[in-house]
């Protein structure tokens, strides 16, 4: 049987497809100290989940959770402990 270009195509779209909903923690925890070191310690969600290539939705946010990270009252990520108690 040949593979036509079309056949590898529609392979890559739904690879890029079935992958992109996978992020995982260490992978978010990895950008997020990237950002962190070039943005003087401020990392915004959506700069981070641009950065992912993710959308801020539930499966970014549950793999933001298991990497130690979460989200302040400003929006940014901060790791779990780094919260102001005021």
């Given at each position: ?6 056949d ?13 909903g ?56 901060v ?8």
């Amino acid at each position: 049987m040949k593979t036509t270009i079309g056949d590898l195509k529609k392979m890559v779209a739904a690879a890029i497809n079935e992958a992109r909903g996978h992020v995982s923690p260490q992978e978010v925890l990895q950008t997020y100290q990237d950002i962190y070191l070039s943005n003087q310690g401020r990392v915004p969600l959506a700069q981070l989940a641009s950065f992912v290539g993710a959308n801020p939705d539930q499966v970014f946010m549950a793999a933001l959770r298991k990497a130690g990270l979460l989200v302040d009252k400003k929006g940014d990520v901060v790791e779990r402990g780094m919260t102001p108690s005021a």
